[in-house]
């Protein structure tokens, strides 16, 4: 077969976020780069363009370079609406193909964080679906009203099917997607399918069929490498990857040959072309609920394609991939470091370690400190404190008599007083994934009678991962974890010395570093949020929470959550939490897993306001 390029490809390929006329422009030789701006590949382009047909200045012109009035806070606003309307509301004058392939332009900063959020909450209601149908699936079984259990992982994604919900369903993406990131994890194909990442439920190969296509050819999108064939060859960057078909379903081997067809076409096709694929891979994971992870791991380029004769003895289609240079590092190989250095870290990192446990025990699990960038150790000069410290005559104040607990002898259920206390149900699933955000969690305390593995004991029972701070080019000093962190996960609590309004007012005075608990946004209202679904949902009664007017010293001690930088897209939020005390003054701040964070991903909190403080913690 000819491996060369060929010019004659009729693509539909437009910059994405674009609703524009037809046009078919020829795929470049071995163009492998984003587009940027429109694309034209005609010899003598229209002098005179359609309005439609070109991209509006406002599209790429940064937030902060608008002038200060209120057009241009409108026009920001009009921006985001139709970026918003093209990628999830299928437009009513215009019914889009589900062929029609585009491709990402660049996009701005402000962009990448808009495209970021909008994944993040397609997700997040994906996942909080499933949740909500796991647990009620449970109540009906305990009330032996249900016979059979159905698959929440399909249900939800059915649901957000209704509600047109799905993400780039009506526009086949060749290359990047916007808001999916080169080694974010995923626990069910389905998930796959909701965000447009993969579009095939079980096949490996995702192609936008010949009929669909404007070049009258199938074209590969996307494929998952997940060990189910046995002429698979995964080197990581050098991929040998078989075709589609002749595989029998339980023996994982070839019992018939394969043809050159469907999926093996448009891989072909796609090399011919010289069109990058996407590929996701499957990963053993004992942290999934299906026990596998899958793991976007950035485009390769097809560069060769033959029949082979398989290990079973029939013919096999085989095509080898390269990954393409300058991208972010795979997140299998991310995963596998991580868990090599769990084990022996001095065997995989030397140099670099400042302490394998700044804690100095005062945790479930060692915090590493690491730094192969300068000489700063600015972390060991500050005491570790693992838990809130109260100085004295205001811990008397917060832990005064607040009531008895729960009467329940085994693990808590729905009818025990905290469970009526949390709005009339308990706020974890059997996992400890906290099932929805609120105003203020309450946990079992010490004067609860329930033991000590009740599923309302969750963030109490601190770190439950192998959390690192390092140093950062990009944030100053950051931290990051050596496990996977599944969405709605606790992380760990922010931690120092606790002080009243008049006391904090006098060390701001001093310069002194204070965190404020009332100026992190109320992020615990995404965590759990299924109104876009059912609109009219509403959850059990929430209890309400005063502003806390307290504030945290980390000036003199910290623990590892004061390391945490600053986004506005974070990917970890405040929970504030109540256990040992009741007094709803003072609130602990939990912090807990807004999306599945991979290994050795920085973590990123929202602090509301980047103030003189945050500086100081992550400099």
């Given at each position: 077969?000819?491996?060369?390029?060929?010019?004659?490809?009729?693509?539909?390929?437009?910059?994405?976020?674009?609703?524009?006329?037809?046009?078919?422009?020829?795929?470049?030789?071995?163009?492998?780069?984003?587009?940027?701006?429109?694309?034209?590949?005609?010899?003598?382009?229209?002098?005179?363009?359609?309005?439609?047909?070109?991209?509006?200045?406002?599209?790429?012109?940064?937030?902060?370079?608008?002038?200060?009035?209120?057009?241009?806070?409108?026009?920001?606003?009009?921006?985001?609406?139709?970026?918003?309307?093209?990628?999830?509301?299928?437009?009513?004058?215009?019914?889009?193909?589900?062929?029609?392939?585009?491709?990402?332009?660049?996009?701005?900063?402000?962009?990448?964080?808009?495209?970021?959020?909008?994944?993040?909450?397609?997700?997040?209601?994906?996942?909080?679906?499933?949740?909500?149908?796991?647990?009620?699936?449970?109540?009906?079984?305990?009330?032996?009203?249900?016979?059979?259990?159905?698959?929440?992982?399909?249900?939800?994604?059915?649901?957000?099917?209704?509600?047109?919900?799905?993400?780039?369903?009506?526009?086949?993406?060749?290359?990047?997607?916007?808001?999916?990131?080169?080694?974010?994890?995923?626990?069910?194909?389905?998930?796959?399918?909701?965000?447009?990442?993969?579009?095939?439920?079980?096949?490996?190969?995702?192609?936008?069929?010949?009929?669909?296509?404007?070049?009258?050819?199938?074209?590969?999108?996307?494929?998952?490498?997940?060990?189910?064939?046995?002429?698979?060859?995964?080197?990581?960057?050098?991929?040998?990857?078989?075709?589609?078909?002749?595989?029998?379903?339980?023996?994982?081997?070839?019992?018939?040959?394969?043809?050159?067809?469907?999926?093996?076409?448009?891989?072909?096709?796609?090399?011919?072309?010289?069109?990058?694929?996407?590929?996701?891979?499957?990963?053993?994971?004992?942290?999934?609920?299906?026990?596998?992870?899958?793991?976007?791991?950035?485009?390769?380029?097809?560069?060769?394609?033959?029949?082979?004769?398989?290990?079973?003895?029939?013919?096999?289609?085989?095509?080898?991939?390269?990954?393409?240079?300058?991208?972010?590092?795979?997140?299998?190989?991310?995963?596998?470091?991580?868990?090599?250095?769990?084990?022996?870290?001095?065997?995989?990192?030397?140099?670099?370690?400042?302490?394998?446990?700044?804690?100095?025990?005062?945790?479930?699990?060692?915090?590493?400190?690491?730094?192969?960038?300068?000489?700063?150790?600015?972390?060991?000069?500050?005491?570790?404190?693992?838990?809130?410290?109260?100085?004295?005559?205001?811990?008397?104040?917060?832990?005064?008599?607040?009531?008895?607990?729960?009467?329940?002898?085994?693990?808590?259920?729905?009818?025990?007083?905290?469970?009526?206390?949390?709005?009339?149900?308990?706020?974890?699933?059997?996992?400890?994934?906290?099932?929805?955000?609120?105003?203020?969690?309450?946990?079992?305390?010490?004067?609860?009678?329930?033991?000590?593995?009740?599923?309302?004991?969750?963030?109490?029972?601190?770190?439950?991962?192998?959390?690192?701070?390092?140093?950062?080019?990009?944030?100053?000093?950051?931290?990051?974890?050596?496990?996977?962190?599944?969405?709605?996960?606790?992380?760990?609590?922010?931690?120092?010395?606790?002080?009243?309004?008049?006391?904090?007012?006098?060390?701001?005075?001093?310069?002194?570093?204070?965190?404020?608990?009332?100026?992190?946004?109320?992020?615990?209202?995404?965590?759990?949020?299924?109104?876009?679904?059912?609109?009219?949902?509403r959850p059990p009664n929430l209890p309400s929470l005063p502003e806390p007017s307290f504030s945290i010293d980390v000036s003199r001690a910290r623990n590892v959550a004061c390391y945490m930088s600053h986004s506005c897209s974070p990917n970890v939020f405040v929970q504030f939490v109540l256990y040992d005390h009741y007094n709803v003054a003072y609130p602990h701040l939990m912090i807990f897993a807004l999306e599945n964070i991979p290994p050795l991903r920085e973590l990123s909190l929202d602090y509301g306001m980047v103030d003189e403080w945050v500086g100081k913690l992550t400099m």
């Amino acid at each position: 077969m000819d491996p060369s390029p060929s010019p004659s490809l009729d693509l539909n390929i437009v910059p994405y976020g674009l609703i524009v006329p037809k046009i078919e422009p020829k795929l470049e030789q071995n163009d492998l780069s984003i587009q940027i701006g429109p694309i034209d590949s005609s010899p003598n382009p229209n002098p005179n363009p359609s309005p439609d047909s070109i991209l509006s200045p406002e599209v790429h012109t940064p937030l902060q370079q608008l002038p200060p009035d209120e057009d241009a806070l409108f026009a920001e606003y009009y921006r985001l609406a139709q970026l918003y309307l093209t990628v999830v509301v299928v437009s009513k004058k215009k019914k889009l193909r589900s062929g029609e392939m585009v491709r990402v332009s660049t996009l701005s900063p402000q962009d990448q964080v808009y495209f970021r959020d909008l994944v993040r909450r397609t997700r997040i209601t994906y996942e909080s679906l499933r949740i909500l149908l796991i647990r009620e699936e449970d109540r009906a079984e305990g009330l032996g009203l249900l016979t059979r259990r159905s698959r929440a992982d399909l249900k939800a994604a059915a649901l957000m099917t209704d509600r047109e919900l799905w993400l780039n369903r009506d526009k086949r993406i060749i290359g990047p997607i916007p808001g999916i990131n080169i080694g974010d994890i995923y626990f069910f194909r389905m998930e796959l399918c909701v965000i447009g990442l993969h579009g095939q439920v079980q096949a490996g190969i995702d192609y936008v069929s010949a009929s669909r296509s404007s070049s009258g050819e199938p074209i590969a999108t996307s494929i998952i490498v997940s060990g189910g064939y046995e002429d698979d060859d995964d080197k990581g960057h050098e991929l040998i990857y078989t075709g589609h078909g002749g595989r029998d379903q339980n023996l994982h081997k070839h019992c018939a040959g394969q043809k050159l067809a469907g999926g093996n076409l448009a891989l072909e096709r796609s090399m011919n072309y010289g069109i990058e694929v996407r590929v996701i891979r499957g990963v053993k994971c004992d942290k999934s609920p299906t026990n596998k992870v899958y793991v976007y791991d950035g485009l390769y380029k097809i560069v060769k394609c033959w029949v082979d004769v398989g290990k079973s003895g029939f013919e096999v289609y085989k095509y080898k991939l390269l990954r393409i240079e300058g991208q972010e590092e795979m997140g299998s190989m991310l995963i596998k470091r991580a868990e090599e250095l769990k084990v022996n870290p001095l065997s995989v990192r030397p140099s670099g370690y400042l302490s394998l446990d700044m804690s100095m025990g005062k945790e479930n699990f060692p915090v590493s400190l690491f730094n192969d960038i300068d000489e700063d150790r600015d972390p060991l000069l500050f005491e570790y404190v693992a838990r809130p410290v109260y100085p004295p005559g205001l811990r008397e104040k917060v832990f005064g008599d607040w009531g008895c607990g729960c009467e329940c002898v085994t693990n808590c259920t729905v009818d025990c007083r905290c469970a009526k206390m949390n709005g009339g149900d308990l706020p974890y699933d059997k996992n400890g994934i906290l099932a929805r955000g609120k105003p203020v969690v309450y946990e079992c305390g010490s004067t609860c009678k329930c033991p000590l593995s009740c599923p309302n004991r969750v963030s109490q029972r601190g770190l439950k991962n192998r959390l690192e701070v390092f140093r950062s080019q990009e944030t100053g000093w950051g931290v990051r974890s050596l496990d996977l962190i599944r969405a709605g996960s606790f992380i760990c609590e922010f931690s120092g010395i606790v002080l009243t309004k008049q006391q904090a007012d006098v060390l701001t005075a001093n310069g002194e570093c204070l965190v404020c608990p009332n100026r992190f946004p109320g992020r615990w209202v995404e965590w759990g949020d299924i109104t876009d679904v059912f609109p009219d949902y509403r959850p059990p009664n929430l209890p309400s929470l005063p502003e806390p007017s307290f504030s945290i010293d980390v000036s003199r001690a910290r623990n590892v959550a004061c390391y945490m930088s600053h986004s506005c897209s974070p990917n970890v939020f405040v929970q504030f939490v109540l256990y040992d005390h009741y007094n709803v003054a003072y609130p602990h701040l939990m912090i807990f897993a807004l999306e599945n964070i991979p290994p050795l991903r920085e973590l990123s909190l929202d602090y509301g306001m980047v103030d003189e403080w945050v500086g100081k913690l992550t400099m």
